[in-house]
């Protein structure tokens, strides 16, 4: 079993709390992310999405005036580095996200993407097919 900590990403985006929510989509589209991390004087409070965004454009409401406090989710769904790939995907699936933050402790360390794991559960099924194949013609 494959511990995630090759995936996790370390240059993550934050956005303080009373960012407005079209700030999180400008820098989501401009570095290519599905998320941002919300932090109050430091700390992480909270993670903003897509499906966040997308929940207030639904909801007819004016990204640049809903501060992102009122539309993140606070419910902190955390790993560690030294979790497995199987136990971040049924966290995953149990809390119906696709980012989880990555803790080592207390301190913030990272973030960890759906497509980051699926890509770890290609690399190991590619090594694994090579060894096989290895041993079958060796």
Known sequence: MTDISPKVERMVAILDENKNVLDAAALMVSKYIGSVVVTRASA????????DLMRVVAE??????IKLKDVMRT????????DTVEHSLALMRTNRCRHLLVFEGDEFVGIVSLRDLAMLMLEEKEVLIGQLTQYITG
């Open 75 to 82: 419910e902190l769904v955390r790993v560690s580095m030294g």
């Open 44 to 51: 992480v409070t909270g993670i903003f999405t897509e499906r």
């Open 60 to 65: 007819r409401k004016n990204p640049a005036e």
